[in-house]
């Protein structure tokens, strides 16, 4: 049974580009909700994704957004790329109905230089 | 809104010691609470839950009580290993406010020396 997956493992862009995360869901799981987790601290909801519509949002701009395909799987833009946004970006999944835990994968490292 | 507070860490340990990381929570409903802990390098692993007052969520030698009249879910272990060394983040759920958005604490490193 596979876990949540995420791509690529590590990134590094330039201030002022965009960038795109990719996430898959674990298998039965029908919702994807998106983190960001700074050095140091513990991680911040960024926004959720269930029937391929966002469903909640944190305090996030909306240089931040995203996608959730018919297979379930998501995608994570964020655009003009800042220092501040370099961070370990994680995706969770969970089947709606169930319980409100939530299982990650193994994140996103994004550098900002 | 809801928040989190977890004790500051790091905490340093000796092999075989009792652990205790105290966790306590604000939240407007009646949230679910868990324990996630984070391996260098990786991603975040659910150690164990609780999803109403009095339950006790146990798992690999870790447990912790939901608490609603103190809001509190403290994580203890009675011996902990090497291999607990990690970090460990409390975390909580308010279902009925905010659907299943995850509010975390700021995290608590752990060390155990052999």
């Known amino acids: 049974d596979a876990g949540v997956t995420q791509s690529p493992t590590h990134l590094i862009k330039t201030r002022g580009q965009q960038v795109t995360l990719r996430c898959s869901p674990k298998?039965?799981?029908?919702?994807v909700s998106w983190y960001q987790q700074a050095l140091g601290q513990g991680p911040q909801f960024i926004f959720q994704?269930?029937?391929?519509?966002?469903?909640q949002r944190g305090n996030f701009p909306d240089r931040f957004s995203g996608h959730q395909f018919p297979n379930y799987s998501s995608e994570l833009n964020v655009n003009a790329l800042l220092l501040g946004d370099s961070a370990l970006y994680l995706c969770?999944?969970?089947?709606?109905?169930?319980?409100?835990?939530?299982?990650f994968g193994p994140g996103t490292r994004l550098t900002v230089t | 809104g809801d928040s989190v507070t977890q004790m500051e860490g790091p905490v340093t340990l000796s092999e075989e010691a009792f652990l205790t990381i105290n966790c306590t929570y604000t939240?407007?409903?009646?949230?679910?609470l868990f324990w996630y802990v984070q391996y260098p390098g990786e991603g975040l692993q659910l150690l164990l839950k609780?999803?109403?007052?009095?339950d006790k969520g146990s798992n690999k030698g870790f447990e912790a009580t939901y608490r609603k009249e103190t809001t509190s879910f403290h994580l203890e272990k009675g011996s902990v290993q090497v291999s607990d060394s990690a970090v460990y983040f409390c975390?909580?759920?308010?279902?009925?406010?905010?659907?299943?958005?995850?509010?975390f604490g700021e995290g608590t490193q752990l060390t155990v020396n052999p």
């Open positions: 969770a999944s969970r089947a709606i109905g169930g319980t409100y835990e939530q299982y």
């Open positions: 298998s039965g799981h029908d919702t």
């Open positions: 994704y269930y029937e391929e519509e966002e469903r």
């Open positions: 939240a407007t409903g009646y949230p679910s």
């Open positions: 609780a999803t109403k007052a009095d």
């Open positions: 975390a909580l759920s308010d279902g009925e406010t905010s659907g299943s958005r995850l509010t």
